[in-house]
């Protein structure tokens, strides 16, 4: 939006959340708060942001990058003085979008609202203003006989007659920017706080007969800001139900939103189905007509269409289409599938490729292996990937037979359709087509040569 520069005031200490993160660091449905403000800002067409830090403000920088402008509060005074820091790097702004870090539930569409009508009414202030049954914590809009908006008074300082009013201040404000500026000059830290209210420029703008607009949220839960664990647990059930609610307008079958657990930008194909207690999490896209769940963790990770994952666990993996996972299957980091691959119960996959057509039915372990097209991978295999040193790769070429119960030593190579007789330890390559077996030779006993052979062993003799 040409000519206006959001300001996110950032730097509050968060006492209430008894933590050692910055407050707005504190994640819901997958990202930080800071981070869906700042979503719903881009989301509305705010080219230029700033943030305003302070308390842990590095980290704050540190996790959002150079994607932002950030203005430093050193000592956090306030709203209005957290505003004022920013004066330098937004002054050439003539319209001011502000809003509170701490506040995941706006909405793009809000505050697109919200600037158009500041525009329109020309105003020197713009307040997003909600209705709320319990009002407990906000401060209130005092409206005069007009109905004309005369001020705002924080929770700490209202008297008895203020706190019943319902109408609240979301803490979201346009400003006209030739005028903030030098408003934040003048305001004075006369309140129960010791601190500078921005608050104070709406009463200032009033005395003074600039124009100051209420605009009504039209869903009062959008202005929920987080300041303890309670209120972060109810800001990530409203995200878990608009983007369920989303993906079901999609056509995403989701059996129980209420235990199904999607965090924002996830990416889910239309005909999937989502079981109860799948947790689908930071970077991840399903493919579609695929069945998810349940019980799943699928996070950072993209699954082909109409595969089916179950009581399982991917992470930092690629599946692709039409494959099998699980049950109790384990996809750890830089886990590759092709098409059509069966990865079944108690089996753990890290840093490998699986080729088309394969199979890793049941109680197997690969890591940093490479394995071909139309390979078999019997129960109880693993690959001996780390020396106590560095790991090491294992080769199993297209069409191979791994027997049951073999351990693979790496590094080395199984050639294209060889076969590798059950409890086997192979620790040399194997030529394509070949038969492998490393393993003793089975002796029997008869039950005399038994009794005499156990005797010996109890007697010491050789």
Not at 6 to 17: I, S
Not at 84 to 109: F, I, K, M, N, Y
Not at 262 to 275: K, N, P
């Amino acid at each position: 939006m040409e000519g206006a520069v959001a300001v996110v005031l950032a730097a509050g200490e968060g006492k209430r959340m008894r933590s050692d993160i910055p407050k707005v660091l504190h994640r819901v449905a997958g990202r930080a708060l800071v981070e869906h403000v700042l979503a719903a800002l881009e989301g509305a067409g705010l080219q230029e942001i700033v943030v305003v830090v302070g308390h842990g403000g590095e980290a704050v920088r540190s996790y959002l990058g150079s994607r932002y402008k950030y203005a430093w509060q050193e000592r956090q005074l306030g709203t209005g003085h957290a505003l004022a820091q920013a004066r330098e790097l937004a002054g050439g702004a003539s319209t001011l979008l502000v809003l509170c870090g701490d506040t995941p539930l706006l909405r793009p569409s809000t505050l697109v609202e919200l600037l158009k009508k500041h525009r329109e009414e020309k105003a020197a202030a713009s307040i997003l203003v909600a209705s709320l049954e319990d009002p407990t914590g906000y401060g209130r809009v005092v409206r005069g006989p007009s109905g004309r908006v005369e001020r705002i008074v924080e929770e700490k300082d209202a008297g008895p007659q203020e706190k019943a009013i319902k109408e609240v201040n979301s803490g979201t404000y346009c400003f006209d920017a030739s005028l903030v500026w030098p408003a934040l000059e003048e305001i004075k830290p006369l309140n129960a706080q010791g601190e500078y209210y921005l608050t104070d420029v709406i009463e200032l703008f009033c005395l003074r007969g600039e124009k100051v607009l209420a605009v009504e949220c039209p869903d009062p839960e959008e202005i929920l800001g987080v300041n303890d664990r309670v209120d972060l647990a109810r800001a990530a059930r409203v995200l878990r139900r608009r983007i369920n609610e989303e993906l079901m307008r999609k056509g995403v079958t989701i059996v129980d939103p209420a235990t199904t657990f999607v965090d924002a930008g996830v990416e889910v194909g239309r005909d999937t189905i989502l079981l109860p207690f799948t947790f689908l999490e930071g970077k991840t896209t399903i493919g579609s007509r695929c069945t998810v769940g349940p019980q799943t963790t699928v996070r950072d990770s993209s699954i082909g269409e109409e595969t089916c994952v179950s009581y399982s666990v991917v992470l930092g993996s690629a599946v692709g289409a039409r494959c099998q996972i699980g049950p109790f299957a384990y996809l750890r980091p830089g886990t590759v599938l092709a098409d059509r691959v069966k990865v079944g119960d108690f089996v753990e996959i890290k840093a490998s490729r699986v080729g088309e057509d394969s199979k890793v039915p049941h109680l197997t372990y690969l890591g940093d292996a490479e394995v071909g097209k139309n390979v078999n991978i019997g129960a109880g295999t693993i690959t001996c990937n780390y020396d106590g040193h560095r790991k090491w790769t294992t080769v199993i070429g297209d069409g191979a037979f791994i027997g049951s119960n073999t351990n693979l030593v790496a590094p080395v190579e199984v050639g294209e359709k060889a076969l590798v007789g059950a409890g086997s330890t192979i620790t040399k390559n194997v030529p394509a087509g070949a038969l492998a077996l490393a393993r003793a030779e089975q002796v029997n006993i008869p039950e005399k040569g038994r009794a005499r052979l156990e005797k010996k062993e109890r007697s010491g003799e050789e």
